[in-house]
């Protein structure tokens, strides 16, 4: 069992910035890749960034590319999801959720990712 605890969120103005921690917990040693997605109300969950634990391979959703950085601590079990520009459309409850495997290609789809945090609201208020 590996758990998830994500923390961070909160209400920022446009422009701002908020940053995203995961810590994982349990059998992490079977974890590669921590992902960070998130979902808005009335839409599908979408995938936001992630890493692998060794942090040599990191992928992102175009919609955060320059503005979002992912990154982790080995150590700590933790990974962070730092958010720069903010702007409404980045408004949405934030997932972490770790990947059992890694096969060269960060995963980007929710179904390869079987353990999840509780998410953490972020509001971005125009």
């Known amino acids: 069992q590996v758990q998830l605890v994500e923390s961070g969120g909160g209400l920022v103005q446009t422009g701002g910035s908020l940053r995203l921690s995961c810590t994982a917990s349990g059998r992490t040693f079977s974890r590669y890749v921590m992902g960070w997605f998130r979902q808005a109300p009335g839409k599908e969950q979408e995938f936001v960034a992630a890493v692998t634990w060794s942090g040599r391979d990191r992928n992102y959703a175009d919609s955060v590319k320059g503005r979002f950085t992912v990154s982790e601590d080995n150590p700590k079990n933790t990974v962070y999801l730092q958010m720069n520009s903010l702007k409404p459309e980045d408004t949405a409850v934030y997932y972490c959720a770790s990947a059992p495997r890694f ?12 353990y999840w945090g509780q998410g953490t609201q972020v509001t971005v208020s125009s």
Do not use: L
């Not at 096969?103 to 079987?114: A, F, H, I, L």
């Open 103 to 114: 096969s060269g290609v960060v995963p980007t789809r929710g179904n390869e990712y079987d």
